[in-house]
């Protein structure tokens, strides 16, 4: 593992730790070279559908993205990064389960859409008006009405 302060090819596993649900192995290294720490993470290395635009282009699964479209929607919301996580690797789960070969965006937007609504009320509109595209306030009220609670009657 080349170190990323000093770029040096030896480095040494200080500690590794298995996390809570067993699927990724957190390891604390530390550079023979300049004596730096740094963290790695290994996961299993599992081949994700291609996903499939709306018009027809097909692209690679990437994490990245799906971890940026979350972050945007819950910007300024109260959710953890552990929270963001989880619902993440529930999403990939779900993508790997399928063992689909390729998978529609629109599949896959459902999937985050889902997560969002358990996560956060207010960042699932957000995401649903942007991935729907709402044509007129009628649907975007359907959606608020959707997530808001029933009031009771007095």
Known sequence: MRCPFCAHTE????????S????????RRQCAHCGKRFTTYERPDVSFPTI????GRRVPYARPK???SLQLAL???????????AAIERIEEKLLATAARELPS??????VMRELKKL???AYIRFA?????????????ALVDEVRPAKRGG
């Open 75 to 85: 910007r300024k919301r109260p959710v953890s990064t552990e929270q963001i996580d």
């Open 11 to 18: 480095t040494q596993v200080v500690d590794s730790r298995v």
């Open 120 to 122: 956060d009320k207010v």
């Open 66 to 68: 799906l971890e940026a």
């Open 52 to 55: 499939v635009k709306k018009d």
């Open 129 to 141: 008006s942007v991935y729907r595209s709402f044509e007129d306030i009628d649907e975007f009220r």
């Open 106 to 111: 629109s599949r896959l937007g459902e999937l």
């Open 20 to 27: 809570d649900e067993g699927d990724v192995i957190r390891r």
